[in-house]
């Protein structure tokens, strides 16, 4: 009885270290990058470091900058907001104007 309560605490242990390890978070900013990217249609954005909500949230943040399509002969450039979400794996983008511009 002893060692399989050893093992439990054992093997939660590793797996909320695993869940915190730099890889982890590596894999997940890859594929919020990933996701949000590609929902934006930009071709090569500039992109923010991750925002990370708390775990109540369970959300992650990115801001983007690019251009999308051509206005008369232009490339509009525009600002976009991405939040995914952590435990679902979608994610939600919107055009966001700084302070009214």
């Known amino acids: 009885m002893k060692?399989?309560?050893?093992?439990?605490?054992l093997l939660a242990t590793a797996a909320q270290s695993y869940a915190s390890s730099d890889s982890a978070w590596n894999a997940l900013?890859?594929?919020v990058n990933g996701t949000c990217i590609g929902m934006s249609r930009m071709n090569t954005p500039e992109v923010s470091a991750p925002?990370?909500?708390d775990d109540?949230?369970?959300k992650v943040g990115l801001l983007l900058r690019g251009s999308l399509g051509k206005t008369?002969?232009?490339a509009e450039?525009?600002?976009l907001m991405c939040l995914y979400?952590?435990?679902t794996g979608k994610a939600s983008i919107?055009?966001?104007?700084w302070l009214g511009r």
């Open 56 to 58: 109540a949230t369970g």
């Open 3 to 9: 060692l399989v309560a050893t093992a439990s605490i």
């Open 94 to 97: 919107e055009e966001y104007h």
């Open 72 to 74: 008369k002969g232009k």
């Open 77 to 79: 450039t525009v600002n």
């Open 85 to 87: 979400d952590k435990k």
């Open 51 to 53: 925002i990370v909500f």
């Open 29 to 31: 900013f890859a594929k």
